[in-house]
Structure formats: structure tokens, C-alpha cells
């Protein structure tokens, strides 16, 4: 079982700076795969980036370039620097977890409360 608390979200303008941050209860945090899922108001929810616990990475399309997943399984944290927001990036941001077995883009199981993120033009 992994519990999973966000923070960092906000309102901002386009163009500005956020860092979404994802603290994990557990020990066997290193273990897990983490990604951040978005969904914004009447659309589906997005994977926009995940990070295995070899660390390699995986993002959307979308965000590629602008958006950067990292994690420090010293601290039982992953974060989400997104640099050159647009109004389409706004959406509520949800952190999840699941054990690192295949793709990045496999179903995950435990999930955050979410953040919100607006990004205003």
C-alpha cells in the first residue's frame, strides 16, 4: 500500500514556471513506478509523464521539452518541473504509483488527491 500527497499547485500565467512535488509513504518506495496523470473539465485523464525505478522516463507528446520528472527515493518524492505553461496545461494533477512491472503507460494503482493547476493567458 502506498499513500500519496501532491502539492505545489497553483494559478499562474502562460509562459511562467510550476513544480508539482509528490511525497509517498512506504518503504518500498524505489520499487514503484510514479507518473502524473492530468485531467482537465470535461476531458479524459492524461498521462503526462512517468518515471520507473530505473529511472527512465516517459511524457506526453504534449509536454515533451517543457516538462521534467524526477525522483529522490532518499526523500520518498518525485516532482514535476513544467516550465512554459500554456492555458491548455491547466488541469488538476494527480500523482500515481504501482509496482515498476512493464511499460510506463500500464494501469497504476495507488493515486493521489491532486492539485490543481491553472495557468491563466
Known amino acids: 500500500q502506498v499513500q500519496l500527497v501532491e502539492s505545489g499547485g497553483g494559478l499562474v500565467r502562460t509562459g511562467d514556471s510550476l513544480r508539482l512535488s509528490c511525497a509517498a509513504s512506504g518503504r518500498t518506495f524505489s520499487s514503484y513506478a510514479i507518473a502524473w496523470f492530468r485531467q482537465a473539465p470535461g476531458k479524459e485523464r492524461e498521462l503526462v509523464a512517468a518515471?520507473?525505478?530505473?529511472?527512465?522516463?516517459y511524457y506526453a507528446d504534449s509536454v515533451t521539452g517543457r516538462f521534467t520528472i524526477s525522483r529522490d527515493n532518499a526523500k520518498n518524492t518525485v516532482s514535476l518541473q513544467m516550465n512554459s505553461l500554456k492555458p491548455e496545461d491547466t488541469a488538476v494533477y494527480s500523482c500515481?504509483?504501482?509496482?515498476?512491472?512493464?511499460?510506463?503507460?500500464?494501469?497504476?494503482?495507488?493515486w493521489g488527491q491532486g492539485a490543481q493547476v491553472t495557468v491563466s493567458s
Open positions: 518515471i520507473s525505478s530505473a529511472f527512465n522516463r
Open positions: 500515481a504509483a504501482r509496482l515498476d512491472i512493464g511499460p510506463l503507460t500500464r494501469p497504476y494503482a495507488f
